[in-house]
C-alpha cells in the first residue's frame, strides 16, 4: 500500500511525497508523470504487485495489504499516514493489486470508500477529481469567509 501526500495541490501538476510503511524515507513526486513513474519503480524495487508474469490470483475480499490492516477511522489514518494535523495536505491511499499489460489495476481509498480503477490513466482522472473537489472545497470557505468579514 502507497500513500500519496500532496502538499502543493494544482491539478495534475500537484506536488507531494509517496509514502510506505517498507519505505525508509518518502519519496518526493512533482506532477502526475513524475508520480506515476516513481509509483511504477517503487512497485519494481518492491516486487509488489508482481508483474503479469508472475501474479498470484488475489481474493477480491482480501482487506490485508501486506499483512497490515487497513486503518478504519479518520484519526487512526492520519496516524498511520504520519500526518501532521494542519499542515493543509490531503492525502490518498492507493493499493495497486495487479499490473497487466503495462497498466495498474486497483483500489483508492477516497473518504472511506474504496474506488476501483483499471488502469492507470483511470487512476490519474480519480486523483484529478479528488484534487478538484478539495480545491473547490477551500476556495467555497474562503469565499464563505470574505462573506462573513462584509
Known sequence: MLVLVF?????????GEIRSLE????VPFCGCADLLLKMDRLYDRLEDPRTARQTDVLQEDQKEDGG??????????????????GRGEAALCVSVRHRFHGSWQGLLYIKGQEVFFRSALEFLRL?????R????????KIHAMGRMGE
Open 7 to 15: 502538499q502543493k495541490i494544482d491539478g495534475l501538476s500537484s506536488q
Open 68 to 85: 497490515r490492516k487497513m486503518p478504519s477511522g479518520q484519526h487512526d489514518l492520519a496516524a498511520w499516514l504520519r500526518l501532521e494535523p
Open 133 to 140: 473537489e478539495r480545491t473547490e472545497r477551500i476556495g467555497r
Open 23 to 26: 519505505l525508509s524515507a518518502p
Open 127 to 131: 486523483v484529478d477529481m479528488f484534487l
